[in-house]
């Protein structure tokens, strides 16, 4: 398909930012047909984003038939006849990657060889996505002013706020597995992507903002690591990626909503104080920060 011109706000750079693309070949060449990617992502990520824009683009080999019943799919499956798209990492999309070598599989996951998934995990921006933190949580626990919310980041400036030292970051990813602890939500995000992007195995790391501003493009590399072609007819998915009870109620954010919310720095900055900016800059995994343009 033709390649559009990317929308992306200047404050993102110039183009998708895909880490791990120098891996996908080599990939390629050591998995068979049944090879397929998978989304993972902190909590509010965009994972729900890129898993469908992979399913309604991406057409790969030995697909089973999308009007298949999950019946029909499951023992086709077994048969090793074809094999449907991952929903997500089979070890669980938000869990830390460790938990691929612990042995935990998602429920429905555990016919696809481990060898054969390339996980993609998306990242955004940790500013914006602190703020939607602060709208829902999921797993992770935390204070928060309830005013001004993502400030303060500062943990410590926080526990002077609201009267108590108990600002730290608590996760429990698993029920079986003991909470994880970090320092702040800036200190979830740095730990987080960092194992992703210092692990040695083949898997790339998109951002967000590239799958709003310029999903055709970044779809279509990632497609083509995995081993797929794009469709000619590009679908944005303009409706909203995640919406019910699971994901807060209401019926999400549609691409449309999303465009203008995440295209403003003026909005990016909202309840962000100067002390905030400073304590994000001394803070933030730099290296990942200078990578993805943050």
Not at 227 to 232: E, H, P, T, V
């Amino acid at each position: 398909p033709p390649r559009r011109r990317a929308e992306l706000p200047a404050m993102y750079g110039d183009g998708p930012r895909i880490v791990g693309l120098d891996r996908c070949a080599g990939w390629r060449e050591t998995t068979s047909l049944f090879r397929r990617a998978a989304t993972a992502g902190i909590f509010n990520s965009g994972t729900n984003l890129m898993t469908n824009l992979l399913r309604k683009n991406c057409v790969m080999p030995l697909a089973c038939p999308g009007e298949w019943g999950q019946k029909k799919k499951t023992e086709a499956m077994a048969r090793r006849e074809c094999i449907g798209y991952p929903f997500q990492a089979p070890w669980g999309k938000h869990n830390p990657l460790a938990y691929r070598d612990l042995g935990h599989v998602v429920d429905s996951l555990d016919h696809f060889n481990l060898t054969e998934i390339l996980p993609v995990a998306v990242v955004k921006d940790p500013i914006t996505w602190m703020r939607s933190m602060c709208r829902i949580a999921y797993a992770a626990h935390f204070r928060k002013h309830p005013a001004c919310c993502p400030s303060p980041l500062d943990p410590a400036q926080l526990g002077e706020l609201l009267g108590h030292n108990r600002s730290k970051v608590t996760v429990k990813f698993r029920k079986e597995h003991p909470e994880e602890v970090y320092a702040s939500l800036l200190d979830l995000w740095n730990v987080w992507y960092r194992e992703y992007y210092d692990a040695t195995l083949p898997r790339l790391i998109v951002r967000y903002e590239d799958l709003l501003f310029d999903p055709q493009n970044t779809i279509r590399e990632v497609c083509a690591c995995a081993g797929g072609r794009l469709k000619k007819d590009f679908d944005m998915v303009g409706d909203a990626a995640k919406f019910g009870g699971g994901h807060g109620g209401g019926e999400g954010t549609s691409r449309g909503s999303a465009l203008k919310r995440y295209a403003s720095e003026t909005t990016r900055y909202h309840l962000v104080s100067a002390h905030d900016v400073a304590y994000y800059g001394a803070n933030v995994d730099g290296a990942l920060a200078d990578l993805f343009h943050y």
